[in-house]
């Protein structure tokens, strides 16, 4: 199994920056991709960025140009460095990890991000 525990979270003023953290372990090895999902109160919950076991990264075109995932492979770690926030970024951060090997997908319990205006 693989365990998720993300931290950062917090308030910022808009036009501020954030930086989430998720640090992975378990079977580390079962897990092929990495990535940040929000959820909003009464919305669903949304991709925000991915990255591979071998670097290839996706992201929303909401969070294009502000937002960037990266991961150290040495601390089992992966990052969201969130640049000029948007009140419309508030939302519940989570920590996902995909496993083809388990079959399914593994969650962090989330971090909350509030950004104000």
């Known amino acids: 199994q693989v365990q998720l525990v993300e931290s950062g979270g917090g308030l910022v003023q808009a036009g501020g920056s954030l930086t989430l953290s998720c640090a992975a372990s378990?079977?580390?090895?079962?897990?092929?991709?990495l990535g940040w999902y929000h959820q909003a109160p009464g919305k669903q919950r949304d991709v925000v960025a991915t990255?591979?076991?071998?670097?290839?990264?996706t992201y929303a075109d909401s969070v294009k140009g502000r937002f960037t995932i990266s991961r150290d492979n040495a601390k089992n770690t992966v990052y969201l460095q969130m640049n000029s926030l948007k009140p419309e970024d508030t939302a519940v951060y989570y920590c996902?990890?995909?496993?083809?090997?388990?079959?399914?997908?593994?969650w962090g319990k989330g971090t909350l991000v509030t950004v104000s205006s």
């Open positions: 990255i591979t076991r071998d670097g290839t990264t």
């Open positions: 378990g079977n580390i090895f079962s897990i092929n991709a």
């Open positions: 996902n990890a995909q496993s083809s090997y388990y079959r399914r997908n593994f």
